[in-house]
């Protein structure tokens, strides 16, 4: 990894943990224009996914064990199961409940997930690299706006618990602690491959859900405005890099 692209990915994963530090104290889509925002980056990240991500996903896979791209549909339909599971419950306060740990679990994964691959996924170029690096941001912000829309009031009654500082703390340092590992302990191709299908997966059930969502449409000029960012981008990073 070269010195360019390490400060990079070094001030993104940084990032990550102090927007996770505070996300308690900021809600993107209680914003006055929170819907167009979120539409916005909805469409750069379908995007996205279509052309960077998934492409990324079975170039290792065809490189590694082309078996692996199991993992992909696997991932996607255990979330969907699993959210059914969840919507069956008569009982709002089980359901919330058991909504609020499937959230915090899985962004306590993914958190870990995303300090891995931006130590292990270094791309060829430095907007490949942003291109990347902001599909991981992007993920996180969809994340936020599922916290607020799913079960909304019973949700924010459980994430209002208090946390201690050191717990808090160690959960915003999740995606340091996924780098560090990576990084100083390193990861094998198989199992980058690996997670980055897992990531993959997860990644595409929460925007199919996100889209398909009833109780937040989507505004289709700014999703079409921010699929128009990333197509730009794509045809800008294939003709001259």
Same mark, same amino acid.
Not at 21 to 35: N, S, T, V
Not at 140 to 150: F, N, Y
Not at 202 to 223: C, D, G, H, N, W
């Given at each position: ?5 390490? +400060?990079?990915?070094? +001030? ?24 167009? @925002?979120?539409?916005? @980056? ?26 692996? +791209? ?28 058991? #909504? ?13 997930? =995303? ?6 996924? =270094? ?18 912000? =969809?994340?936020? #706006? ?11 009654? $459980? ?29 094998? $191709?198989?199992?980058?491959? @690996? ?14 859900? $996100? ?17 128009? +960012? ?9 003709? #001259?890099?």
């Amino acid at each position: 990894m070269s010195n360019t692209f390490l +400060v990079i990915t070094l +001030v993104f994963v940084f990032f990550v943990s102090v927007l996770k530090y505070f996300e308690d104290r900021f809600c993107l889509a209680c914003l006055m224009r929170g819907r167009q @925002i979120g539409s916005v @980056i909805l469409g750069a990240t379908v995007v996205a996914m279509f052309t960077e991500l998934l492409d990324g996903i079975y170039s290792g896979v065809h490189n590694t064990n082309n078996l692996f +791209v199991l993992i992909l549909p696997l991932t996607f339909i255990a979330f969907m199961f699993l959210h059914m599971h969840i919507y069956k419950h008569r009982d709002n306060q089980i359901q919330s409940s058991e #909504l609020n740990f499937t959230v915090k679990t899985i962004t306590s994964l993914s958190d870990v997930l =995303i300090g891995i691959l931006a130590a292990t996924q =270094i791309q060829d170029s430095i907007l490949s690299e942003m291109i990347f690096l902001g599909i991981l941001l992007s993920y996180e912000v =969809i994340e936020q #706006l599922s916290m607020h829309i799913v079960h909304e009031e019973g949700f924010r009654r $459980e994430s209002k618990k208090a946390y201690s500082v050191f717990f808090k703390l160690f959960l915003s340092a999740l995606p340091l602690i996924g780098f560090a590992y990576a990084y100083f302990i390193g990861i094998s $191709e198989a199992a980058s491959v @690996i997670i980055l299908a897992l990531y993959g997966g997860t990644l595409f059930s929460v925007i199919v859900r $996100e889209i398909l969502s009833q109780e937040r449409k989507m505004m289709p000029a700014y999703f079409l405005s921010g699929s128009g +960012v990333f197509i730009l981008l794509f045809f800008i990073n294939n003709l #001259l890099f």
